[in-house]
C-alpha cells in the first residue's frame, strides 16, 4: 500500500469505499456496502485517496488531568468541549486493536487485491446478515395517530432534550414523519422505529403527571390511555432490542441510553445498569469513542458525537449512584456543532447576560459545562480505583485518598470560577430572571419557554455541581476510621464542611420548577443524597448553630419531596427514608450531647469546650479553616464569630450559611475517635432503613 503525503498526493483507484478506507474497515464489493448501510451514511468510492495524516489526530482544546479550562464557544460550526486528558503517547496505546480476522485481512493484503476472504469479525462467524427489504409491523401495538406522535415529540424535546442531548431534533422529525404515517416498514427501517416509540414513550413518562398537558386532548380523542400506552411502547422495544443491538446502528446505542434513563428514573435501576452496558458495547462496536471530524455527512457524526457524550455522562452518574466501578476507563469526550437546533433566538441572545462580549450563546453550552463537571468525577474515582486498597487502611492510604479529594475539590472550583453568567444559578436567584421576564412581556410562548428552559439549566448545573462535591468529599467522609493522624482527621473536617455546604445549597434547589421536566427525578435523588449529609452534622456538634442548620436543611428537603411525591416515586421514597434517618439523627444528638454511650472514654466536659454564650466547641480555639479549596490554620475567638460569618454574606442571598464553602470557617477541631462511631453509626442507620422502606420493583 503507497503513502501520500500532504505535500505529494498520488492518485490511485480505491477498492473500499471512502467511508470503510478512512475508518479502516472492512468493506465489501457491493454498493451499496453492508457497514454504510448499516450506519445510514451515503456509500461514496472517489478515485483519489485523501492525504494520510503524519502522527496522532490533533484536537483544538486539552485539559490536564483534574484541571479543566473554561468551556469556551467558538464560532460555528464547534462547539469546543473538554478533550482526553491523556498524552499523545497514550492516545496512541489507546486506540482501538484489530481482530483477528483484520490481522488475516492485512497479511493477505485483501484490500490490494480486492479479494473479500470474509465478512465475519472473527473466526466462525458467519457475519450479520443484510436487514433486508422485507416488511414487518408492531405486535404488541398499533402505530399512534400520528398527532398523538407529534405531540408527544413535542413533549419530548421541550421537557427532556435539554437535559439529555442524543438527537438532531429537525433530522429526527423528519425521519418520525416518515415512520408514523406508515403501519409496516422494511426491516432495514426497525432501528428507526423503535426510536421514534422510544422517544415518544419518554415524552409520555414526562408529561404523565402534568394534567395540563395539552396533549391529553388528542389522546381522549382517540380513546388511549396514557399509562396503558407507555407500557405498550416498552414492551414493544424490549421486544426487538435484539435485533437492534444485531443492525449495530446508532440507534443501537441511542434506545439503550432512553431505556435505561426510563429505568433508573421511573422502573427497575437494576435493568437500567444492564441497559446502559448494551449501549456502551454498542457505541464501542461503532467506534464512537473516535471522533470522525472528517465525515461527509454531517449529522450522523454529530448525533454520534452527542450520543458519546451522554454516554459518558450516564456511565460516571450510574457509577456514582450504585457505587460500581466506571465502564468506561479512557474517555475523550466529543466537540459539539452548533447546529440549528442548538442556536438561540436572537431577540434572547440580546437579552442575555453576556451577550455583548461577541460570545457565541447556544443551546449546547450546558452539555458542555455538564460533562466538565462529570469528566472531574470521573477522573476522580479512576483514581481510587487504581488505589486497589484493602479492608485495613493505614494512614498513608488514607493520605492518598486526602490527596485525590484536595486535587479533585480543586478542580471543581476552578470550573466554578469559570462557569459563564447565563449559567450561573445565582445570577438567576438574584436580579436575572425577574429582568429576563419582563423583558420577554412581550414576546412569543416559544421564547419565554426557552428562557424558562435556561433558568433549569441553571439550577441543575448547580446541582450537578454541588453533587460531585458531595460525591468527591463521600470518600472520606464514609470510611470507618479510628486514627489520630491529624493530617487525615483534618482533611476529613475540611471534607465535611464541603460537603455540608454543597447539601445546605441543594436543599434551596427549586424542586418545584422541575415538576414538568423528566429532570425532576435526578434532583430529587440529589436531595436524597443531600439529606443523608445533613444528618451528620448535628452527631459531631450536637445543638449547635451549624447542626440547626443541617436539621433545617433536612426538613425543607422532607417537605418539598412531600410535595412533588404524589407524582415522583424518588420524591416519594426520599421523604420516607429522610423522615426516618431525622428522627435516628435526633436521637444520637441527643445522646451525643449527654455523652451517654461514651463506654467510659469521654465525658460531655472533654468533647466540647463551651463557649460563654453556651454553644459548644468542638476543641480549641483554634480550628481548621476552610476556604476555596484550600486550608489553612486561623485563631479563631469564639465559635460565635464563625457562625455569624457563615450565617452572613455568602453567595446565595438569605440562604444562612451558603457562604460556608467560599469564605468562612467551621469550629471543628479535629474529631475523636467517638465521632466516628457516630458518624459511621449514622450512615448504618441509614442503610437499615433504606432496607426496609424499600419498595418492592
Known amino acids: 500500500m503507497q503513502d501520500g503525503s500532504s505535500c505529494h498526493p498520488k492518485q490511485r483507484t480505491s477498492k473500499a469505499c471512502d467511508r470503510c478506507h478512512r475508518q479502516k474497515l472492512k468493506c465489501d464489493t457491493a454498493r451499496p456496502c453492508i457497514l454504510c448501510v448499516r450506519a445510514c451514511h451515503k456509500c461514496e468510492t472517489s478515485t483519489r485517496r485523501s492525504p494520510r495524516r503524519k502522527g496522532p489526530r490533533q484536537h483544538n482544546a486539552s485539559y490536564t488531568t483534574l484541571t479543566p479550562k473554561p468551556a469556551l464557544i467558538e464560532s460555528p460550526p464547534e462547539l469546543v468541549s473538554p478533550a482526553s486528558n491523556a498524552t499523545t503517547s497514550d492516545k496512541q496505546q489507546l486506540n482501538t486493536n484489530s481482530s483477528t480476522i483484520d490481522f488475516a485481512r492485512q497479511v493477505f493484503n485483501e484490500q490490494e487485491t480486492g479479494r473479500i476472504l470474509t465478512g465475519a469479525s472473527l473466526p466462525g462467524d458467519v457475519g450479520i446478515s443484510n436487514p433486508g427489504d422485507h416488511p414487518w409491523s408492531l405486535q404488541q401495538l398499533k402505530m399512534p395517530p400520528a398527532p398523538v406522535m407529534l405531540s408527544l415529540f413535542d413533549a419530548y424535546f421541550h421537557r427532556v432534550q435539554w437535559f439529555i442531548m442524543l438527537l438532531v431534533e429537525p433530522h429526527f422529525r423528519k425521519t418520525a414523519q416518515g415512520i408514523i404515517s406508515r403501519d409496516q416498514w422494511p426491516r432495514r427501517e426497525l432501528g428507526s422505529c423503535m426510536l421514534v416509540l422510544a422517544v415518544a414513550a419518554i415524552g409520555l413518562q414526562s408529561v404523565l403527571s402534568d394534567k395540563y398537558w395539552t396533549g391529553y386532548e388528542q389522546l381522549r380523542v382517540h380513546s388511549i390511555d396514557p399509562e396503558t400506552m407507555l407500557l405498550e411502547f416498552i414492551a414493544e422495544i424490549r421486544l426487538h432490542l435484539l435485533d437492534v443491538l444485531e443492525d449495530c446502528r ?8 432512553l431505556l435505561s434513563s426510563y429505568y433508573v428514573f421511573h422502573n427497575s435501576p437494576r435493568l437500567a445498569w444492564t441497559v446502559l452496558g448494551m449501549s456502551l458495547r454498542a457505541a464501542y462496536a461503532l467506534d464512537m469513542q473516535n471522533q470522525d471530524k472528517c465525515g461527509t455527512d454531517l449529522i450522523m457524526e454529530e448525533t454520534k458525537s452527542r450520543c458519546w457524550n451522554h454516554l459518558v455522562v450516564s456511565d460516571t452518574f450510574t ?107 445565582e445570577f438567576w436567584r438574584g436580579e436575572g430572571w425577574n429582568r429576563l421576564t419582563q423583558e420577554l412581556q412581550e414576546s412569543t410562548e416559544a421564547m419565554k419557554e426557552q428562557a424558562e428552559t435556561m433558568f433549569l439549566q441553571a439550577a441543575l448545573l448547580q446541582l450537578t455541581y454541588d453533587s460531585a462535591l458531595i460525591q468527591i468529599h463521600r470518600s472520606l467522609l464514609e470510611r470507618k476510621l479510628k486514627t489520630a493522624y491529624k493530617p487525615v482527621v483534618g482533611a476529613i473536617n475540611r471534607s465535611l464542611v464541603a460537603a455540608t455546604a454543597a447539601a445546605l445549597r441543594i436543599s434551596h434547589i427549586p424542586v418545584h420548577k422541575f415538576r414538568k421536566h423528566f429532570a425532576a427525578s435526578f434532583v430529587s435523588m440529589q436531595q436524597f443524597t443531600a439529606g443523608v449529609i445533613l444528618c451528620i452534622q448535628p452527631t459531631c456538634l450536637p445543638f449547635s448553630p451549624a447542626a440547626l442548620e443541617a436539621k433545617a436543611g433536612v426538613l425543607k428537603i422532607i417537605r418539598a419531596s412531600r410535595t412533588e411525591s404524589h407524582q415522583n416515586r424518588i420524591a416519594r421514597h426520599t421523604e420516607q427514608l429522610l423522615t426516618e434517618l431525622l428522627k435516628v439523627t435526633n436521637q444520637r444528638e441527643m445522646a451525643c450531647a449527654l455523652g451517654d454511650n461514651m463506654g467510659g472514654r469521654a465525658s460531655r466536659e472533654t468533647m466540647f469546650n463551651w463557649s460563654s454564650n453556651g454553644i459548644p466547641q468542638a476543641g480549641p480555639p483554634v480550628v481548621e479553616a476552610y476556604g476555596g479549596g484550600s486550608s489553612s490554620m486561623a485563631p479563631v475567638s469564639t465559635s460565635q464569630d464563625l457562625y455569624e460569618n457563615a450565617n452572613g454574606n455568602g453567595p446565595w442571598g438569605e440562604n444562612p450559611g451558603c457562604g460556608l464553602l467560599s469564605n468562612t470557617s467551621m469550629p471543628l477541631e479535629y474529631p475523636s475517635e467517638y465521632i466516628f462511631e457516630q458518624l459511621d453509626s449514622t450512615f448504618g442507620a441509614f442503610g437499615e432503613c433504606e432496607l426496609s422502606q424499600r419498595p418492592h420493583l
Request: no cysteine; proline share 6%.
Open 319 to 425: 457509577s456514582m449512584v450504585y457505587g460500581r466501578p466506571v465502564s468506561i476507563d479512557y474517555a475523550e469526550v466529543h466537540q459539539l456543532r452548533v447546529l440549528d437546533d442548538l442556536t438561540l433566538p436572537p431577540g434572547l441572545i440580546s437579552s442575555l447576560p453576556g451577550a455583548t462580549d461577541n460570545v457565541k450563546i447556544g443551546k449546547g453550552l450546558f452539555h458542555v459545562m455538564k460533562t466538565e463537571i462529570y469528566e472531574i468525577v470521573r477522573q476522580t474515582l479512576l483514581r481510587f480505583h487504581r488505589l486497589r486498597l484493602g479492608p485495613i487502611m493505614v494512614d498513608k492510604d488514607l493520605e492518598a485518598i486526602a490527596s485525590i479529594v484536595q486535587d479533585s475539590d480543586n478542580a471543581l472550583q476552578s470550573w466554578r470560577g469559570n462557569v459563564p453568567q447565563i449559567l450561573d444559578f
Open 250 to 257: 446508532v440507534e443501537a446505542v441511542q434506545i439503550p441510553l
